[in-house]
Nanobody, 114 residues
Framework: VQLQASGGGLVQPGESLRLSCEAS????????MGWYRQDPGKQRELVAS???????NYVDFVKGRFTISRDDAQNTVFLEMNNLKPEDTGVYHC?????????WGQGTQVTVSS
């Protein structure tokens, strides 16, 4: 089982990124999936989730800027991040949401800085 996150990078405030999480060994459409952010020295935080039925949830500080989605054919979960802010900086991981997570991979680094 593997969740491979990619798409991070260094961007300026106001710019956009699209993160991808390609899954193998599980079916993303059969699981509640989420994107998590981890800052150095802090706990990993769930920022967006997509449920089996397709409904989505977001933490307040990303509402209106981030969009989580999935492509069942590609077995991939995406996070569209718009109007990025410096406080969005961190390592982003994808994993199960609302249940015991799989082992955490390296994630993908997002740095927002001018």
């Amino acid at each position: 089982v593997q969740l491979q996150a990619s798409g991070g990078g260094l961007v300026q405030p106001g710019e956009s990124l699209r993160l991808s999480c390609e899954a193998s060994g599980i079916t993303v459409s059969s699981n509640n999936m989420g994107w998590y952010r981890q800052d150095p020295g802090k706990q990993r935080e769930l920022v967006a989730s997509i449920l089996i039925g397709g409904s989505t949830n977001y933490v307040d500080f990303v509402k209106g800027r981030f969009t989580i989605s999935r492509d069942d054919a590609q077995n991939t979960v995406f996070l569209e991040m718009n109007n990025l802010k410096p406080e969005d900086t961190g390592v982003y991981h994808c994993n199960f949401a609302y249940k015991r997570p799989l082992s955490w991979g390296q994630g993908t680094q997002v740095t927002v800085s001018s």
